[in-house]
């Protein structure tokens, strides 16, 4: 199935490094309509008011984690199906368990290469 | 002042007591003893400047690192945009050598976030250590000892103190003044 890279992109990362990061890369694997939130509440704002088709997100953020954003995502009625891929330091198997409870699409250790986070975008677009 | 009161009881009770209790007196005041060594372990540990320099000396640093890792990283990024932006210029193999480039300085620019993390991992453990040492200075009362060297720790022979915090260092212009003022 063919990906609509015109899809509006949600990163979400307290580190403007990350985000920046996570951008560039994203324009290389062709998503130009990139969207970006400093933590969760600023996401589920932009979430509510917007249309993204994809949320990457960092777990470690304040106030709201990566984790609560997510729980927020799948509680809401209109946002429920939206792919949502976390990328953390975290490897934690706790974490991970904690994450797919939650509802997660896909899981995306740091450090990360570009073709992890392109294969991991395939694969939760491929299934969307 | 236990091993004091333990002598004073068993220089006036030694007739009365037991040999067990003569034996458990003379545990209790060497108890007494290695409580009050303890105590002057701890104030020769001179804890206050562990809590008041040493460790926000260390934490300044770590977060001079992480604000100087983050200036270079953005500056590598700013040219690594540029560099992609020209790739869109040129076509063939050039094109994808400097896709691949650029590619991989974007992923070892991550390394800013992972430092980032683990640096402030440090910093939350040495604020727990000045936590636990504050409680035992409470707990055993120590005065410090009086100070006997200067207050900042010296540097290993030969070297300098490394770089300076950005608040108190001078950059190139300001020694450059300096150095004018000399004539």
Redesign the interface.
Known sequence: MAIDKSMNVLIV?D????L??IR??L??IEFSNVEEASDGAEALSKLRTGNFGLVISDW?MAPMTGLQLLQEVRADAKLKNVPFIMIT?ESKTENVVAAKQAGVSNYIV?????ETLKGKIEMVLGHA | MVAEVVTAVLTTMSGDLSATETTLLGEVAALGRTIAAAKQEIAALRVDDIMDRDIPFATDELDAIVQHTAVATHAILESCEMLDQAATTVTGDLAATLQDAVTKIYEACSFQDITGQRITKVVTTLKAIEAKVSQIVTTFGVPAEPRETSAAAPAPEGLLNGPQLPSNAMDQSDIDKLLASFG
């Open positions: 990362d580190y403007k490094t990350m920046r990061i560039n890369l324009k290389q470690n330091a740091k450090p990360f290469n570009a």
